[in-house]
Every structure is written in C-alpha cells, then in structure tokens.
C-alpha cells in the first residue's frame, strides 16, 4: 500500500527558513516523479515543485521560484522541500505526491506558519 508522510512544518518568522521531508513506503520512489503542493483553506490546491525520477530535472512553481529547492534521496525513499526567505502568504499546508497508474496518491500533510 502507498504511503506518504510528510513532516518539518513548523512555526517560522517572515524571511526564515525550513525543510519539509517526505518518506514513501509501499513503492519505489526511483520510479516515479515526485511532487509538493500546497492548499490553503477555501483555495485550490497549488503545485509547488517537481522533481524527476534522477533529481536533475525540476520544475517551480512561480510564485515560489528562487526560494525553494526540491531534492530526492531515493536510497532512503525521502524527498525534500528547502523553503527560505518566506512569508506570510506561504502559510499553508504542503502535502507530497506521486502519481502510480494513473492513481494520485497524498501525504496528510505539514503545516508551515510565517508569521512575526
């Protein structure tokens, strides 16, 4: 069975800095491009960052560009969001993804606060 976890959401000033980590079980995450979101409450859900199945290709979302790094350890099944300089409107929570068959598979998410 998939299964995604998501944690290191935390509580953070404007312009600080955090890392989210996602653990997948229950497949091979070298086989498949791996995914952060995020949705606030009332708004649909945003694509953050992708990555490929190696980690050299990534893709940004523009609102986010410059200030996030998505990385992927595939030994340990982990992917990662480096989020820095944030600001309040990055409060929301940041779930992880991975599409297998056709069938979107989702953490329950981490919350991430900005705010002084």
């Known amino acids: 069975q998939v299964h995604l976890v998501e944690s290191g959401g935390d509580l953070v000033q404007p312009g600080g800095s955090l890392r989210l980590s996602c653990v997948g079980s229950?497949?091979?995450?070298?086989?498949?491009?791996m995914h952060w979101y995020r949705q606030a409450p009332g708004k649909e859900r945003e694509l953050v960052a992708s990555i490929g199945h190696l980690g050299l290709n990534t893709n940004y979302a523009d609102s986010m560009r410059g200030r996030v790094t998505i990385s992927r350890d595939n030994a340990k099944n982990m992917v990662y969001l480096q989020m820095n300089n944030l600001e309040p409107e990055d409060t929301t929570a940041y779930l992880c993804?991975?599409?297998?068959?056709?069938?979107?598979?989702w953490g329950q998410g981490t919350q991430v606060t900005v705010s002084s």
């Open positions: 993804n991975v599409k297998i068959q056709q069938t979107d598979y």
């Open positions: 229950g497949f091979h995450l070298i086989n498949h491009f």
